[in-house]
C-alpha cells in the first residue's frame, strides 16, 4: 500500500527478494539467508506498476466504501487522465470483509482482462465484481490488491 501512496518510495535492501535480516551498517559483510521465491514473486509484479503514470502524475482521492467491514479497509484510487488508473485497497483486519464503491476511473472496464490485478495472496484468486460504474471487493484477512487500468 504504501509504495502506490503519493510520496517517496522506500525500499529497503534485500525486501524484494524476501529477505528478513537486516544487515549492521557496519558489517561489510551480509547475513547467510535465501531469498523468498514468493516474495520476489510479489515484488516482481509490483515493482512493474511503481512507474504507471497514475502514481507518479496522478491525482489521488480516498475511496468512499461501503458494505461491510468498512472500518478495516482502506481504498484509494490514482488517475492519471487517461495515462493510467489504479486503485489500491487493503484490508487491516484479521478478519475477511466485503466493500463495494463506485469509480468513475474504472466504469469502461467490463471485463477482468481490461485490468492488471496484483494481490498480496499469491496461491489464492482475489475476489471481485465489477458492476456498471463500481466494484465489490471481498478481501480477505490482512489481503492487499491493486488494480490497475489498461
Known amino acids: 500500500m504504501t ?45 512493474r506498476v511503481i512507474d504507471n503514470p497514475a502514481l507518479t502524475l496522478g491525482d489521488f482521492h480516498l475511496l468512499d466504501l461501503t458494505g461491510e467491514g468498512t472500518d478495516a479497509v482502506i481504498g484509494f484510487e490514482r488517475r492519471c487522465g487517461d495515462q493510467g488508473r489504479i486503485i489500491t485497497a487493503a484490508n487491516l483486519s484479521d478478519r475477511g470483509c466485503e466493500v463495494s464503491f463506485s469509480t468513475a476511473a474504472f466504469a469502461q472496464v467490463k471485463d477482468y482482462r481490461e485490468m492488471e490485478i496484483v494481490s498480496t495472496e499469491l496461491t489464492r484468486t482475489p475476489q471481485l465484481d465489477l458492476w456498471p460504474g463500481g466494484i465489490t471487493l471481498r478481501l480477505r484477512a490482512h489481503e492487499g490488491l491493486l488494480l490497475v487500468g489498461r
Open 3 to 47: 509504495l502506490t501512496l503519493p510520496g517517496l518510495r522506500l525500499i529497503h535492501e534485500g525486501q524484494p527478494a524476501g529477505l528478513r535480516l537486516k544487515q549492521s551498517l557496519y558489517l561489510l559483510r551480509q547475513p547467510a539467508e535465501g531469498p523468498d521465491s514468493d516474495v520476489a514473486t510479489f515484488y516482481e509484479r509490483l515493482l
